[in-house]
């Protein structure tokens, strides 16, 4: 069995400084890591996702996330905030076996506040 | 424009009553799946479907029903045997097998039963 912890459900940050979005894995299998951005009364829009090649991650919009797998971490981090950037964050593990029919566990997500 | 389209955004109905949610994709994909989301909650698969005229329950099935007729739609219904309906519907599609695994999502419906 997967699943997802975010640790953080509210995030609080000023323009300009750095964000980080914690979360933490667990799965049987190697596993697909994803990060979704929702702004509200939107759908998912994919930030960025691991699939086993390189550990460190770049996504849209100056975001990127790195996999520990010794930690089963992969922490969201952007230098800079925007105020663009306040939204909801959900951290995401796929089970890649067929038979599971790719389906995708989500976190609770982080609700992110950016200060001007 | 390639993508997910959802109809209604937003969707009234009365205790009772079935509804159905329309959700479309141009993206040729295979798999197709229908989540629910609350308030302050991550999202809740209810159906998936790996293929033309083949579905499965997801995790929170009761309640509701679905069909796939054609590959490119994957109608959601609500029925009056669910007890909590209002909540914010996403349809999402991927395809299995291109080794990434994503899912692209809609814009949602969010539906309000009183």
């Known amino acids: 069995a997967q699943s997802v912890t975010q640790l953080d459900s509210h995030v609080s940050v000023s323009e300009g400084t750095p964000v980080l979005l914690r979360c933490n894995y667990s799965?049987?299998?190697?596993?697909?890591l994803f990060w979704y951005v929702q702004h509200p009364n939107k759908g998912l829009q994919l930030l960025l996702k691991?699939?086993?090649?390189?550990?460190l991650v770049k996504g849209i919009n100056g975001f990127e996330a790195e996999f520990k797998k010794s930690e089963t971490s992969f922490h969201l981090t952007k230098p800079s905030a925007h105020m663009s950037d306040a939204a909801e964050y959900f951290c995401?593990?796929?089970?890649?076996?067929?038979?599971?029919?790719?389906?995708?566990?989500f976190g609770g997500g982080t609700r992110v506040l950016v200060k001007p | 424009d390639g993508g997910i389209t959802q109809s209604p955004k937003y969707l009234f109905r009365k205790e009772g009553q079935n509804v159905t949610l329309s959700c479309e994709q141009n993206?040729?994909?295979?798999?197709m799946y229908w989540y629910r989301q609350d308030p302050g909650q991550g999202l809740r698969l209810i159906y998936y479907?790996?293929?033309?005229?083949?579905?499965q329950k997801g995790d929170i099935a009761e309640g509701y029903s679905v069909s796939r007729e054609k590959k490119e739609s994957f109608p959601l219904t609500v029925t009056s045997a669910q007890k909590n309906p209002t909540a914010f519907y996403l349809c999402?599609?991927?395809?299995?097998?291109?080794?990434?695994?994503?899912?692209?999502f809609g814009p949602g419906t969010r539906l309000t039963v009183t």
């Open positions: 479907s790996q293929i033309v005229n083949d579905f």
């Open positions: 999402a599609s991927s395809e299995p097998g291109q080794g990434s695994y994503e899912q692209y």
């Open positions: 691991y699939t086993s090649a390189a550990t």
């Open positions: 993206l040729n994909h295979d798999a």
């Open positions: 995401v593990v796929s089970d890649i076996r067929e038979a599971a029919g790719n389906k995708l566990t």
């Open positions: 799965s049987s299998y190697s596993p697909s």
